[in-house]
Each structure stands twice: as structure tokens, then as C-alpha cells.
């Protein structure tokens, strides 16, 4: 799954063609998870198109009660809701019920809560190429804690509105300014 996401992310920074989904900084998450498991599994393009259409759910579900905007939430809006989409779709392809679905994007939001969006030099390449990785990695193992019948202790729209709630929290120098996090560590100031 990490060679996958960041295949995306490699992709965007040479100005290639992707999907946003939800965001090009998070770009990854999402298609990192589903080609992964169609290579692994064997799965068919319809078989992705139903874990797509849970991952749109989610994504919707998001953008409507939140944000999946790095400049008004921080990137736990990014990669975070890539992480919680992922996990519903993968969640989905493995049969789980659609309140697993729910526990996993859940748990996905909530071990991103408080991510802050620092792009170095205004670019995804620094650190988001390699919070994709992280994403994949929370969107399987929520997955994998929500199939295994956990489920997560806050419902998913009060994640949700904390996600929001978090975000609206947040310094406008962690939201997409280059001006704090990783932007401000001064080994980045120098490049």
C-alpha cells in the first residue's frame, strides 16, 4: 500500500495526471489502499467501484459537516479524510456492514486528529508525499479493527464535527501557510 501512495504522490510532483481524492496533497491514500488489494486479491475493477462508492460516501459526509480543506482544517482534513475514506472502502470490500464501515472511517479520523498542514515550500512533496504512507497505514488498521467487530467509542458524525471543531482550533500557521510544523523547521528555511 505504501508504494502505491506514493507512486500518486511521485506522480503529482512530476506534474503528471491524478485524482484529487480528496485533495492532491492526499491524493494517495485512497488508490494506495484499493490498488494494493486488487493486486493482492485479484479483485475487478467493479469490486473497486463498490469500495469507490463507500469512499465517496464518506468523503461526502465530510466535505458537507467539515472540510477536506488543508487551508481551513489542517491536513488531518486531508489525509485524514483520505485515511477515513480508505478505510470505508476497504471495510467494504472485505464484506464488512456499513456501521463497520462507519467504525473504521472513524477510527481513521480520530488517530489523525490534530494533524497539522505544513507543506515545505508551498509543494506536497514535504511532508505530505510521506503522510500518505502514514494514511494508508491508519486507513488498514482501522479497517482491520472495525472487521474484527471493535467498535470505535465516538460515532462517526461526532468525529466528524470534532474533525471540524479541531481544525477551526488550529493556529492559521499550521493551515496550509508554510509558516509553522515542518515548514518552520529551520533545515527547511535553508533549502
Known amino acids: 500500500v505504501s508504494a502505491y501512495a506514493l507512486a500518486v504522490l511521485e506522480t503529482n510532483a512530476s506534474m503528471g495526471r491524478i485524482v484529487a481524492a480528496p485533495t492532491a ?8 489502499v484499493l490498488l494494493a488489494l486488487q493486486r493482492t486479491r485479484g479483485l475487478s475493477d467493479g469490486d473497486l467501484a ?16 467539515a472540510t477536506v480543506s488543508g487551508a481551513e482544517g489542517g491536513c488531518q482534513a486531508e489525509c485524514g ?3 477515513g475514506m480508505a478505510a470505508a472502502a476497504l471495510t467494504q470490500l472485505y464484506r464488512g456492514s456499513p456501521e463497520a464501515a462507519a467504525h473504521a472511517c472513524a ?19 514535504v511532508p505530505c508525499v510521506y503522510r500518505n504512507v502514514g494514511g494508508v497505514s491508519q486507513a488498514v488498521s482501522a ?18 464535527l470534532t474533525m471540524r471543531d479541531v481544525g477551526d482550533a488550529m493556529p492559521s500557521s499550521l493551515r496550509e501557510t508554510g509558516e509553522g510544523g515542518c515548514a518552520a523547521c529551520h533545515a527547511c528555511r535553508r533549502s
Do not use: H, K
Open 25 to 32: 496533497g492526499s491524493a494517495g491514500v485512497v488508490p494506495g
Open 50 to 65: 463498490r469500495g469507490l462508492a463507500a469512499a465517496a460516501a464518506i468523503g461526502y459526509l465530510i466535505t458537507r459537516n
Open 81 to 83: 479524510t483520505a485515511a
Open 107 to 125: 477510527f481513521a479520523l480520530m488517530n489523525t486528529l490534530g494533524l497539522v498542514c505544513d507543506p515545505v515550500g508551498g509543494l506536497v512533496e
Open 143 to 160: 479497517a482491520q479493527l472495525a472487521l474484527s467487530g471493535v467498535a470505535c467509542p465516538i460515532p462517526l458524525d461526532e468525529m466528524i
